[in-house]
């Protein structure tokens, strides 16, 4: 059977990696996502707010994250995002610094306060200019050597950048990552050989229980209509954006080829002028009078000066003759 779920819509993402009963698939991605030495790998997690139809029945866009804690107290905070918005980066900080400042209560040691880890896989690009998928931040120097405290972690994970096919993949986050990508086409009865693992078997298997549950369906195709939507919004605003910018480019473009222009016609303007006031210079010179100051010409109007000029030459042809 093809379930048909997609799992990287939320509500979807939350009922395999956030339920009670599959601890250990929250725990397995963890791992996955950590990389960590057989030895440090996480058994068991507790899950701080597990799924539940009673959370999604009335709230069809909110971000339903996963919020756990393992055995040495460290926090994980684990979502997906399906849209590589303008404010995300933001939004994993924000939610980073609330899980961490809430494990205190008022008068606790900051001592008491430990690692938090967030996890966000998202289906889209934020950082084009870097190939790798898998982008892990933390509080470094300038020099990016020395660390201030190994208690923030963010993981980014941008699932359009993964392209492995099943014959490259290696890690269990690689199996996880095709899971994503690939989860709604799967068929959970006849998954791949190279699929075919337990963790990928139990997650299928929760899908498909997700897909013949009337009323999680219901939720599903609820939060996949209005994912589909807010991408569309999102669409429509990178447009108009897009438009906007364009249009005061073109507005920018305008204004300086009419400042240009303009100058160009002040500087014709005042070379127009020297040449009028040139004129009557000669013209008040060759009639004996004072000839006027070059400034006081300029400060003249072209039609004034231009009248000015032409009556001068009459007088000046009347009184000595044509050139």
């Given amino acids: 059977m093809i379930p048909g779920i ?48 009673k959370m999604t029945l009335d709230d069809k866009v909110s971000i339903l994250d996963i919020k756990a804690r393992d055995d040495q107290g460290r926090l994980y905070n684990l979502e997906m995002q399906m849209l590589a918005t ?30 938090t880890i967030s996890i966000c896989f998202v289906n889209g690009v934020l950082f084009a200019d870097q190939p790798q998928h898998h982008t892990v931040f933390r509080l470094l120097d300038a020099t990016g050597k020395l660390c201030l405290t190994d208690d923030l972690v963010v993981h980014l994970i941008e699932l359009p950048k993964f392209r492995r096919t099943l014959a490259e ?19 959970a009865d006849a998954l791949p050989d190279a699929l075919n693992r337990p963790d990928q078997q139990k997650a299928m298997g929760v899908l498909k229980m997700l897909a013949q549950n009337d009323v999680e369906r219901e939720l599903y195709e609820g939060r996949l209509k209005a994912k589909r939507d807010m991408q569309t919004l999102e669409t429509l605003r990178d447009q108009w954006q897009r438009q906007a910018v364009e249009s005061e480019q073109r507005y920018e473009a305008a204004n300086r080829e009419r400042e240009a222009a303009n100058r160009e016609r002040e500087a014709a303007n005042r070379e127009l002028k020297r040449e009028l006031g040139e004129r009557i210079r000669l013209c008040q010179r060759l009639l004996r009078r004072p000839a006027h100051q070059v400034d006081e010409l300029l400060g003249r109007s072209v039609e004034e000066l231009r009248e000015q000029a032409e009556r001068l030459e009459r007088e000046v042809t009347e009184k000595i003759g044509p050139a």
């Avoid at 939320?10 to 601890?23: H, M, N, Q, T, Y």
């Avoid at 993949?169 to 199996?175: A, C, G, H």
């Fill in 86 to 115: 303008a404010s995300l980066v933001q939004r994993l900080l924000y939610y980073w610094s609330k899980i961490y400042s809430q494990q205190l209560a008022e008068g606790d040691d900051y001592t008491r306060l430990r690692p």
């Fill in 169 to 187: 993949l290696r890690t269990p986050l690689d199996f996880w990552l095709y899971f994503f990508k690939n989860g709604v086409e799967l068929d």
């Fill in 6 to 53: 997609d799992p990287r819509i939320d509500i979807a993402f939350k009922k395999v990696f956030g339920s009670e009963p599959w601890r250990d698939l929250t725990a397995s991605l963890i791992n996955a996502v950590l990389e960590q030495p057989q030895q440090q790998r996480l058994v068991e997690v507790e899950l701080l707010n597990p799924y539940s139809e």
